[in-house]
Nanobody, 132 residues
Framework: QVQLEESGGGSVQAGESLRLSCLAS????????MGWFRQAAGKEREGVAV???????SYEDFAKGRFTISRDNAKNILYLQMNSLKFEDTAMYYC??????????????????????????WGQGTRVTVSS
């Protein structure tokens, strides 16, 4: 019954910012990790950032210094603040989650739990388009 719904995408000029939100429902407890992934046209899906059960973030290299992942556990909302957006950030952005998780990491284009589990709950995505 876990459901994730993204919002906040849109079309912006390069250098501008967007804040994506993901509303989660159906979790019976708060022991889960969450993350953001993206897929650009003609490319494979890639990880962006994850945040573990204790609020510790991990980022892929391209996101470091520009993107910030955070979570509001009381409201079950995951955020991705994206600053200094570039044309190459254009993609469909997906929210994901995995239960029974206390730690998660992003490295080498993949994001996973400390136990090696893949994120298995997914939203429908929100589109981000950045114009040069």
């Amino acid at each position: 019954q876990v459901q994730l719904e993204e919002s906040g995408g849109g079309s912006v000029q390069a250098g501008e910012s967007l804040r994506l939100s993901c509303l989660a429902s159906g979790f019976t407890n708060r022991r889960y990790c969450m993350g953001w992934f993206r897929q650009a046209a003609g490319k494979e899906r890639e990880g962006v950032a994850v945040i573990d059960n204790f609020g510790n973030p991990s980022y892929e290299d391209f996101a470091k210094g520009r993107f910030t992942i955070s979570r509001d556990n009381a409201k079950n909302i995951l955020y991705l603040q994206m600053n200094s957006l570039k044309f190459e950030d254009t993609a469909m952005y997906y929210c994901a989650a995995v239960g029974n998780c206390d730690a998660a990491y992003c490295a080498g284009g993949e994001c996973y739990t400390s136990e090696g589990d893949k994120f298995n709950y997914w939203g429908q995505g929100t589109r981000v388009t950045v114009s040069s």
